[in-house]
């Protein structure tokens, strides 16, 4: 375990981080937007249970693998990118309706919420390299084993990560809800925000680079 001051400076640097919006806040809002406050605080869950999948494999040193092979890299960022294209194609061309879901549907809605956020965030090799730069600034070696002190940031990070994503899951399904009521159009266009925000974020994540530096 760091000690106090080492690990108050990562709980502040990681609250600066968490707090700009990136590609997780982005999709985060999405499915704000798409589905409403539930359906987002859904995807946070998701995403925060595809972020701890990435603190285990920075734990067992999988990350560190993916890291250094440009061909472990690029089929991974490769299936991120078609799996949110697929998302985003697959909500343009959709006739469902976003919002607030009727109670009989609302249960298989979030349930594919929750599996595709995890999805989408295990299969974004950006966040394995984020854990290889930005952890190991916080670990000493006296302090203990190097996974045990991996562990406890990155758990940390997730909780932060929690509550982060979490109000802009809220802010964005608030938003979301007063447009709805107030703008008819806003209600039969929604599904292209969400969809094209999906696109636009494959577009990225297919333009970033490899691993290899």
């Known amino acids: 375990m760091p000690d106090a001051t080492t690990y108050g400076l990562f709980v502040a640097a990681a609250l ?17 937007v ?60 959709s006739r469902e309706a976003g919002g607030e879901a009727p109670a009989t549907e609302r249960e298989g809605r979030l349930a594919r919420v929750f599996a595709q956020s995890v999805l989408v965030q295990v299969l974004n090799p950006k966040v394995a390299l984020f854990f290889l730069a930005f952890l190991p600034q916080f670990i000493d070696p006296s302090r203990g084993a190097a996974w045990a002190q991996v562990m406890v940031l990155g758990a940390t ?36 925000v969400s969809g094209g925000v999906y696109l636009a974020l494959g577009a990225a994540a297919a333009a970033s680079g490899s691993g290899k530096h």
Do not use: C, M, N
């Not at 600066?16 to 704000?32: D, H, K, T, W």
């Not at 994503?165 to 809220?170: E, K, Q, R, S, T």
């Not at 964005?172 to 009521?181: D, H, N």
């Open 16 to 32: 600066l981080l968490l707090i700009v919006p990136g590609p997780a806040v982005l999709y985060v809002v999405a499915r704000s």
């Open 34 to 93: 798409e589905g409403g406050r539930l359906a987002g605080l859904v995807s946070v869950l998701g995403v925060e249970l595809g972020t701890l999948v990435h603190v285990a494999f920075a734990t067992v040193g999988l990350s560190a693998i993916v890291a250094s092979s440009a061909t472990a890299f690029g089929v991974v960022k490769w299936l991120g990118v078609a799996y949110l294209v697929w998302l985003g194609l697959q909500r343009l061309l």
């Open 157 to 192: 990070l997730v909780l932060l990560g929690l509550l982060t994503d979490g109000l802009y899951a809220v802010l964005g399904g608030t938003v979301a809800g007063w447009l709805r009521r107030r703008s008819p159009s806003f209600h039969s266009g929604e599904r292209y």
